[in-house]
């Protein structure tokens, strides 16, 4: 009896109706142009200040897709890091975050390399450093073994399949199609397209015991800079996705328990990937925003303390730093005296870095002098 998509007999030929995904695909191709020619008048510095904020929130959403939250200043420090920008003394990194940046970072860098079974082995590995997904042990750097490997949600008595994938013995054939196919259609599809069945095709096989959702959106990013010819992504189609979690699961489960007809998961993917190139307009005004603060004090002398806290604020955007700056906040960020801290942000009022709001005793808070 065939339940799931890889059980038909014409698996992985996949088809689907050109007509009905035409005008959404011209249009993402349109609008990623324009987000494109915006980038390239920004210049080198501003456009990794750009890729910084969209691989760490790649880093952070592919990340809470999993369910699994991580500490935002921890990713903005590796990934600054890695990108050579100034990290203002962030917090020391943890194993997994560092993990999954290098595969971010490196599917999308690194882009015209290869994608082979090793490659894949080593990214799966990076994700789970310690040999471990939560509690459990789980086999890292090779293909899942026999054991069944469903999608279940619900209580213990009450669970519900939702997707159960092809048995581990087959995993090696199916990943050797993905691959073989990866190569030879690179020039034949659009790349949009090959991207969206690229991320549908290598979850749908569910390669590893863990990490399969995060790698299939690695390889999505690596099909986009294929086809932009970009080492850089300037949208973030993972946090478009966390945006649209229940849409993604649903469609997902749907086309998976399906024929071979992905029309719909087309469709869903082409809204949410224009979605995602319409959300990159905010991210390029925080970076544009950003420069010109930069450029304003370039002179000002600063401590690596008070540039931590500015960058928070600036990272935060106009009223985005919930109540407001506090000396208590100040203090628990820096990991310095409340003194310090008090004559820190003297300091910085000082300056005209930074404004008094209303309030007065405990309620005192601050806010940055925002360029106008």
Request: net charge neutral; glycine share 8%; aromatic share 10%.
């Amino acid at each position: 009896m065939i339940h799931y998509i890889w059980q038909q007999k014409e698996w992985p030929h996949f088809n689907w109706n050109t007509d009905a995904i035409i005008d959404s695909l011209s249009r993402c191709n349109f609008k990623r142009g324009q987000l494109l020619g915006r980038v390239a008048s920004l210049g080198m510095k501003h456009s990794l200040e750009a890729q910084a904020e969209v691989l760490a929130a790649e880093v952070l959403e592919t990340s809470a897709i999993e369910g699994k939250k991580l500490d935002p200043d921890s990713v903005r420090s590796s990934v600054a890091r890695r990108l050579g920008l100034p990290d203002a003394g962030l917090l020391r990194n943890d194993r997994y975050t560092e993990g999954l940046v290098d595969v971010l970072l490196d599917a999308t860098t690194n882009y015209q390399q290869p994608l082979t079974m090793e490659r894949l082995h080593g990214w799966q590995a990076a994700l789970f450093p310690t040999g471990y997904s939560g509690m459990y042990r789980i086999t890292v750097g090779q293909y899942r073994g026999d054991s069944p490997m469903q999608v279940i949600s619900g209580p213990v008595g009450r669970e519900k399949v939702h997707y159960e994938a092809p048995p581990g013995g087959d995993v090696a054939t199916h990943v050797d199609q993905f691959l073989h196919w990866w190569q030879v259609e690179q020039d034949k599809l659009d790349g949009i397209i090959r991207a969206a069945i690229a991320g549908f095709w290598f979850v749908t096989i569910h390669s590893y015991e863990d990490g399969n959702g995060r790698l299939a959106r690695a390889i999505t990013d690596m099909a986009l800079a294929q086809d932009e010819k970009l080492a850089v992504r300037y949208y973030s189609f993972s946090a478009q996705i966390m945006e649209e979690r229940e849409g993604y699961h649903e469609v997902l489960e749907n086309c998976q328990k399906g024929n071979l007809d992905i029309t719909d998961w087309l469709l869903w993917f082409l809204g949410c990937f224009e979605r995602a190139i319409a959300r990159s307009d905010e991210l390029i005004g925080k970076v544009l925003l950003k420069a010109r603060f930069w450029e304003i004090h370039s002179q000002t002398e600063i401590n690596q303390r008070q540039r931590k806290v500015i960058n928070r604020l600036l990272d935060a955007g106009p009223g985005g730093f919930e109540a407001g700056l506090t000396t208590r906040k100040y203090t628990g960020m820096t990991k310095t005296s409340r003194a310090t801290s008090y004559r820190e942000i003297t300091d910085l009022l000082g300056k005209k870095i930074l404004v008094q709001n209303s309030g007065k005793g405990r309620s005192v808070n601050y806010d940055l002098v925002w360029p106008g």
